[in-house]
């Protein structure tokens, strides 16, 4: 079992949560108020990558399992041989684990009841509560009728028993084509609800399967296999969203049809376990889509680089991103578990990145645009070549960081948006005989300016001496003390290091993508990457040692994240960064400082 969730994922008590105290409080699952007995699962479909949407689900049910002191299972439902690749599996496997959803035993799967479920098939063909149907999907769907119209029983619903359990062991063993035939229940034709007017439980797929290569020719509808596959694990609680709500009475009616007539000394044997499913309303995170076919189409038409590609709203995009899981969590406690539809901006997402990495991020200076900045006195107390070591806070959140020490010397580099050669009244950073601190460095004063053209090239500078670490100089003659407004982060040219820096954004304008046109990517955001292929950033910015002891660093996933100060959070793409000791490091921007797009709502 897993460690408990840490303070920003403390439950928020929700009607999950009073529907398993009722259960435990009148012993449904075993003893009256045994807790232990909780089991919850999460059962992805290894068809794609899993999503922010996803998460929530992760973080819910392995949340429950850790408070109840129970278990939490991970099983794939791959009983869709065509769609399922074993890359889905290793992302899934690994997005989980990340997420922190550490689950009991091995990884399940689905295909690893296959034999079960087929048994159980057949003895439901037996018991007269399914049969082999060979009508086409077409018929199949036109025979189910409509809201207000009953259906029609197909011609093959009541077939001999026999003949049913021969065609079925026959489509197993391959002998038909895909869509010929497939097995149904024997529910109710009439049934206002559509999921029960004789369900299809099984399909004839003749491809290969990932884990079972050619074993199987038929395979298991999504409503058969779910419940059972709960059942088998022992699950207590299946936790599905709303869509599944109308399918909840199927879960149940195949459940009990396989109990029917069991118990002592029934030839069909004991009952088994009838788990109870509960639906929960899903994530709907403004400015993005999670259909696992519009994402396809964004990866497959190449409107991103893949599916971790930062922008896309996968786990894997948003760990590449340089999101915590302690943030995604966060936000999924806190947008909450209700019964109703609704909305969440996403700018709560960015805001919970924020706060995780305000308190344990080491903070570090790069210059993204850089400008020369020319020390022109730097001479006159000493060598001109010399290095003066100056002292940094690493995370002025956390004490046990540390410090570190930062090169200064006679040729800097600021960022080229701190400077303005006509600069309005109230522009506080450096101007044309303007002075301003550099951030633990000294004040320095603009006297000239260098253009090439009209480009801005180089700005010469003097510095006082008496202003180190940033510092105000002491009081004049008559008591005056000096005072500057603006401080400016900067970096030393001759120790920088160059770096390239992603820019990322939203990868959507639109809070609904493709509500306007229908089409979500006629809402793509032009302006969702910037590359900055030559930054420059301190040395020695490998987080450290005191970093790493204190957490400060989120180093615990492996993942070296940042503030640059006055710019973001940032942290290594080790994706494009395979050798940090020959290649440029790649920085990818999580979020910034504060949410611009809050302002642009407002407007």
Same mark, same amino acid.
């Given at each position: 079992?897993?460690?408990?969730?840490?303070?920003?994922?403390?439950?928020?008590?929700?009607?999950?949560?009073?529907?398993?105290?009722?259960?435990?409080?009148?012993?449904?699952?075993?003893?009256?108020?045994?807790?232990?007995?909780?089991?919850?699962?999460?059962?992805?479909?290894?068809?794609?990558?899993?999503?922010?949407?996803?998460?929530?689900?992760?973080?819910?049910?392995?949340?429950?399992?850790?408070?109840?002191?129970?278990?939490?299972?991970?099983?794939?439902?791959?009983?869709?041989?065509?769609?399922?690749?074993?890359?889905?599996?290793?992302?899934?496997?690994?997005?989980?684990?990340?997420?922190?959803?550490?689950?009991?035993?091995?990884?399940?799967?689905?295909?690893?009841?296959?034999?079960?479920?087929?048994?159980?098939?057949?003895?439901?063909?037996?018991?007269?509560?399914?049969?082999?149907?060979?009508?086409?999907?077409?018929?199949?769907?036109?025979?189910?009728?409509?809201?207000?119209?009953?259906?029609?029983?197909?011609?093959?619903?009541?077939?001999?028993?026999?003949?049913?359990?021969?065609?079925?062991?026959?489509?197993?063993?391959?002998?038909?084509?895909?869509?010929?035939?497939?097995?149904?229940?024997?529910?109710?034709?009439?049934?206002?609800?559509?999921?029960?007017?004789?369900?299809?439980?099984?399909?004839?797929?003749?491809?290969?399967?990932?884990?079972?290569?050619?074993?199987?020719?038929?395979?298991?509808?999504?409503?058969?296999?779910?419940?059972?596959?709960?059942?088998?694990?022992?699950?207590?609680?299946?936790?599905?969203?709303?869509?599944?709500?109308?399918? =909840? !009475? +199927?879960?149940?009616?195949?459940?009990?049809?396989?109990?029917? &007539?069991?118990?002592?000394?029934? #030839? *069909?044997?004991? /009952?088994?376990?009838?788990?109870?499913?509960?639906?929960?309303?899903?994530?709907?995170?403004?400015?993005?889509?999670?259909?696992?076919?519009?994402?396809?189409?964004?990866?497959?038409?190449?409107?991103?680089?893949?599916?971790?590609?930062?922008?896309?709203?996968?786990?894997?995009?948003?760990?590449?991103?340089?999101?915590?899981?302690?943030?995604?969590?966060?936000?999924?406690?806190?947008?909450?578990?209700?019964?109703?539809?609704?909305?969440?901006?996403?700018?709560?997402?960015?805001?919970?990145?924020?706060?995780?990495?305000?308190?344990?991020?080491?903070?570090?200076?790069?210059?993204? =645009? !850089? +400008?020369?900045?020319?020390?022109?006195?730097?001479?006159?107390? &000493?060598?001109?070549?010399?290095? #003066? *070591?100056?002292? /940094?806070?690493?995370?002025?959140?956390?004490?046990?960081?540390?410090?570190?020490?930062?090169?200064?010397?006679?040729?800097?580099?600021?960022?080229?948006?701190?400077?303005?050669?006509?600069?309005?009244?109230?522009?506080?950073?450096?101007?044309?005989?303007?002075?301003?601190?550099?951030?633990?460095?000294?004040?320095?004063?603009?006297?000239?300016?260098?253009?090439?053209?009209?480009?801005?090239?180089?700005?010469?500078?003097?510095?006082?001496?008496?202003?180190?670490?940033?510092?105000?100089?002491?009081?004049?003659?008559?008591?005056?003390?000096?005072?500057?407004?603006?401080?400016?982060?900067?970096?030393?040219?001759?120790?920088?290091?160059?770096?390239?820096?992603?820019?990322?954004?939203?990868?959507?304008?639109?809070?609904?993508?493709?509500?306007?046109?229908?089409?979500?990517?006629?809402?793509?955001?032009?302006?969702?990457?910037?590359?900055?292929?030559?930054?420059?950033?301190?040395?020695?910015?490998?987080?450290?040692?005191?970093?790493?002891?204190?957490?400060?660093?989120?180093?615990?996933?492996?993942?070296?994240?940042?503030?640059?100060?006055?710019?973001?959070?940032?942290?290594?793409?080790?994706?494009?960064?395979?050798?940090?000791?020959?290649?440029?490091?790649?920085?990818?921007?999580?979020?910034?400082?504060?949410?611009?797009?809050?302002?642009?709502?407002?407007?």
């Amino acid at each position: 079992m897993s460690e408990a969730p840490g303070p920003e994922t403390s439950p928020k008590r929700h009607f999950i949560h009073q529907i398993i105290d009722e259960h435990i409080a009148h012993g449904r699952w075993g003893t009256p108020g045994d807790r232990s007995v909780v089991r919850t699962r999460f059962p992805p479909e290894p068809n794609g990558y899993l999503h922010i949407g996803h998460a929530k689900s992760i973080t819910l049910n392995h949340g429950l399992a850790v408070e109840y002191g129970g278990a939490f299972i991970l099983r794939f439902d791959d009983t869709n041989p065509e769609k399922e690749e074993q890359e889905f599996v290793d992302s899934i496997t690994r997005d989980v684990a990340w997420m922190g959803g550490a689950w009991e035993g091995d990884v399940r799967f689905a295909s690893d009841y296959f034999h079960q479920m087929y048994d159980w098939a057949v003895e439901l063909i037996r018991k007269g509560f399914a049969y082999v149907d060979e009508q086409s999907a077409e018929q199949i769907r036109a025979g189910r009728g409509t809201l207000t119209e009953a259906g029609t029983d197909s011609p093959f619903r009541d077939r001999p028993v026999d003949d049913s359990v021969d065609l079925f062991a026959r489509m197993k063993a391959g002998e038909f084509a895909d869509g010929s035939k497939v097995l149904r229940a024997k529910v109710d034709m009439a049934s206002p609800n559509l999921n029960l007017r004789d369900p299809v439980m099984y399909r004839i797929v003749n491809a290969r399967h990932h884990r079972t290569g050619d074993e199987w020719h038929i395979y298991p509808m999504y409503d058969w296999a779910h419940g059972l596959e709960d059942s088998i694990e022992g699950i207590t609680n299946s936790i599905c969203t709303l869509e599944f709500e109308n399918h =909840r !009475p +199927l879960y149940d009616w195949f459940i009990a049809a396989i109990n029917d &007539g069991r118990g002592p000394g029934s #030839e *069909w044997g004991k /009952a088994i376990h009838h788990p109870q499913q509960t639906e929960f309303a899903r994530l709907n995170p403004t400015f993005v889509i999670t259909s696992k076919r519009k994402l396809k189409q964004l990866v497959d038409e190449k409107h991103v680089e893949g599916w971790d590609d930062p922008r896309m709203p996968t786990i894997s995009a948003l760990r590449r991103r340089g999101y915590t899981p302690e943030a995604i969590r966060a936000f999924c406690t806190e947008i909450g578990t209700t019964k109703f539809n609704a909305s969440h901006d996403y700018g709560l997402l960015e805001n919970a990145v924020r706060d995780d990495l305000n308190k344990r991020a080491p903070r570090r200076m790069c210059v993204l =645009r !850089p +400008l020369k900045v020319t020390i022109t006195n730097w001479g006159e107390h &000493g060598d001109a070549d010399r290095v #003066e *070591w100056m002292e /940094a806070v690493n995370n002025p959140e956390d004490d046990a960081a540390g410090t570190r020490q930062i090169p200064f010397g006679g040729t800097l580099s600021i960022e080229r948006a701190d400077f303005m050669e006509d600069a309005p009244k109230k522009f506080f950073r450096l101007k044309p005989g303007g002075e301003v601190r550099l951030r633990y460095g000294y004040w320095i004063t603009c006297n000239e300016v260098i253009k090439d053209g009209d480009e801005v090239v180089e700005l010469r500078c003097t510095y006082d001496p008496q202003t180190r670490g940033g510092d105000a100089p002491p009081p004049d003659a008559e008591g005056n003390v000096r005072k500057v407004k603006g401080t400016i982060h900067w970096v030393a040219t001759s120790h920088a290091v160059p770096i390239e820096v992603r820019l990322y954004d939203r990868l959507f304008t639109a809070e609904r993508p493709g509500k306007a046109t229908g089409n979500p990517i006629d809402d793509l955001n032009p302006e969702s990457l910037e590359v900055v292929e030559r930054a420059l950033l301190e040395p020695n910015w490998r987080t450290t040692d005191a970093e790493k002891a204190v957490g400060t660093g989120a180093f615990r996933d492996g993942i070296e994240r940042f503030q640059f100060e006055r710019l973001g959070y940032f942290c290594v793409d080790e994706k494009l960064t395979p050798d940090q000791a020959g290649d440029r490091p790649v920085f990818n921007r999580a979020v910034t400082l504060k949410d611009s797009w809050a302002k642009q709502a407002g407007k």
